[in-house]
């Protein structure tokens, strides 16, 4: 039986359903390293599980995932710590987590439950359904950070809602509500938020108790044409965002979010 023992997650499986919930309440559940690699984990895990027939995905408190931890980038030094890294290290953690996944076989459905920003709006749109809560917010604000939106929203943004709105919406970093989200294709449903885990459970509890040859074969798929764009493009973007992350810009970025200030870009490449 796998372990599902994790300091920055909450794994609970009942009934051939697997929730995982993100668990850094505290930071609005933002990536660290830690949680970067246990969520790398878990989906490798769960695609193995024989027990599981549905999963769930959600965060705890009043958010889904702010993105990766900026305020941890500005205490370890920002663009500068990641001068001593490994050459490509951003890139191959990166390309495993959404590998992992596109792999995982049974169907996942987000439970967004509040702000998806960054890289929590790329793990939100990656599972197979989405449903949103009436209070919930998604935008990919990798470009207000100083970075290149290259953890995957390049991808699955314009598979979802076409390249036009992708581009105006990853350039710009703009949030929008549960309710534009819906509107415009990138969610599948908003229901009222104290309403959200029992739909997400009925939805969950349908698909793992229906055809599962059918269902995941379906899943399959249709994930082919995500693998397509994502072979296409996920290994530029990661390139460029690690690219960006040693820039000045994200440095800027990272410490006037510390500091409670608007950032001053020198616009410089």
């Not at 919930?21 to 024989?50: C, I, K, Q, S, W």
């Not at 953890?151 to 979802?160: N, T």
């Not at 449903?189 to 997400?200: E, N, Q, R």
């Amino acid at each position: 039986m796998p372990d599902y023992n994790y300091n920055t997650l909450l794994v609970d499986k009942k009934d051939q359903i697997l929730t995982i919930t993100l668990n850094r309440p505290e930071r609005l559940n933002a990536v660290d390293e830690v949680m970067h690699g246990e969520l790398e984990d878990v989906f490798a895990t769960v695609g193995r599980d024989g027990e599981v027939s549905a999963v769930v995905l959600t965060g705890a408190g009043r958010g889904f995932c702010s993105g990766g931890d900026v305020r941890a980038m500005d205490e370890r030094g920002g663009a500068i710590a990641l001068q001593h890294r490994p050459i490509g290290a951003v890139s191959i953690s990166g390309r495993r987590l959404i590998h992992n996944m596109l792999w995982v076989e049974q169907p996942m459905i987000c439970a967004l439950n509040g702000v998806a920003a960054g890289l929590g709006a790329t793990i939100a749109l990656f599972c197979d359904i989405i449903y949103a809560s009436d209070q919930a917010r998604i935008g990919d604000t990798h470009v207000r950070a100083g970075l290149v939106a290259g953890d995957g929203g390049a991808v699955i943004w314009p598979a979802l809602i076409g390249m036009a709105k992708a581009k105006e919406l990853l350039m710009t970093g703009d949030i929008i509500d549960a309710q534009e989200a819906e509107r415009i294709g990138l969610i599948n449903k908003v229901v009222p938020h104290d309403d959200l885990m029992d739909t997400v459970m009925a939805l969950a509890k349908r698909l793992a108790t229906g055809p599962a040859l059918a269902i995941r074969g379906t899943k399959h798929a249709l994930n082919k044409r995500i693998w397509s764009e994502l072979n296409l493009s996920l290994d530029m973007g990661l390139a460029l965002e690690e690219r960006s992350s040693r820039h000045d810009d994200h440095k800027e970025a990272a410490k006037a979010f510390v500091e409670k200030r608007t950032p001053q870009y020198k616009g410089t490449i």
